[in-house]
């Protein structure tokens, strides 16, 4: 027993082999199924025009030969023998190359999922807050410390003028860290980033351990514990028309001497799992359709009442 390889389609088969080449045989079984198609047609022909004297005109019913089978018929007949040949033509080519059909069945079902995801709404894992990039480190700054001290945790940064109050100066250490000062002393701090944490407090906390961090320094209350806007429901997601749009509770404590002399506000909003995509645009998603809202801390600002500013225009202390 030996392997010898096809002159034609360069096919390693065995010599032994009755029908030699596969694709060869192949080949010739296709052959064969076309011949007896095209005489299935002809035989359909020449019954259908046979002159009136003609012997197969002429002969006995009982003597004819079946009826030949109609134009659908023979069409059927055509298709399924076509099938036939391509389906042992797929079964050649996955056992003669079966890396090459493993890639195709990849190819073709990654083509699929990216036709569904383009055709439909699609989920992009956005969370907001962001949570921390590392270990969040810790702020010990307070209201009332000269900003030297203030550059000397965070670096030094050039002041800019302040929005409403002509007295104070902003430092902006990006959009998320930001620090008012009157007159070289810190006035306020609000934070709105996951890599801080202030008094044990840090934006994407739950809203009870928030609740906890903030009884170590004063009560605190909650405002705004009523009814709020619900989500709207797209797909299987619950979502709103923006960030801005989120319901919000607030959560305050009232810091007062020996303790220190400034409000300290936090700021709660529904957690937002990722952004939902359609043809409508961009929509927030706070969860699946019958999920509980998950209030977590997208906010901390803290306000000096020993120094008058916009925020406490009456010192408390």
């Not at 030297?148 to 250490?173: C, D, I, K, W």
């Not at 009523?226 to 429901?233: A, K, L, N």
């Not at 409508?280 to 901390?300: E, K, S």
């Amino acid at each position: 027993m030996a392997l010898v390889r096809c002159s034609k389609h360069h096919i390693l088969y065995n010599d032994e082999n009755p029908r030699g080449c596969p694709a060869c045989a192949l080949d010739r079984a296709e052959n064969d199924q076309a011949t007896i198609v095209r005489q299935l047609v002809r035989v359909s022909k020449s019954s259908r025009t046979a002159p009136p004297g003609s012997p197969a005109a002429a002969a006995p019913e009982d003597d004819r030969e079946e009826p030949s089978p109609s134009r659908l018929g023979t069409a059927f007949k055509y298709v399924f023998a076509y099938l036939g040949v391509w389906r042992r033509r797929v079964v050649l080519e996955i056992k003669d190359h079966p890396a090459v059909t493993a890639v195709g069945l990849v190819a073709a079902l990654a083509l699929a999922l990216v036709i569904i995801r383009l055709t439909g709404p699609r989920f992009v894992a956005e969370p907001h807050p962001a949570p921390a990039t590392g270990e969040s480190r810790p702020l010990p700054l307070l209201p009332g410390q000269p900003v030297p001290q203030l550059f000397a945790m965070l670096g030094a940064v050039p002041p800019r003028p302040h929005p409403t109050a002509s007295n104070m100066e902003r430092y902006e250490f990006d959009t998320t860290l930001v620090v008012d000062a009157v007159n070289g002393v810190v006035h306020s701090i609000s934070i709105r980033t996951a890599e801080r944490t202030w008094q044990s407090l840090r934006v994407g906390t739950a809203m009870r351990r928030a609740e906890g961090a903030l009884a170590l320094l004063s009560t605190p209350t909650r405002e705004n514990p009523g009814r709020f806007s619900t989500p709207e429901i797209r797909g299987n997601y619950q979502v709103f028309p923006s960030l801005e749009d989120r319901p919000r509770q607030l959560l305050t404590a009232d810091v007062r001497p020996p303790n220190g002399c400034y409000d300290v506000q936090v700021v709660l909003q529904p957690h937002v799992i990722g952004m939902l995509e359609d043809d409508d645009g961009r929509f927030p998603v706070v969860g699946r359709r019958d999920a509980a809202l998950n209030w977590v801390v997208t906010q901390i600002h803290v306000v000096s009442r020993a120094i008058a500013g916009p925020a406490a225009n009456e010192p408390a202390c």
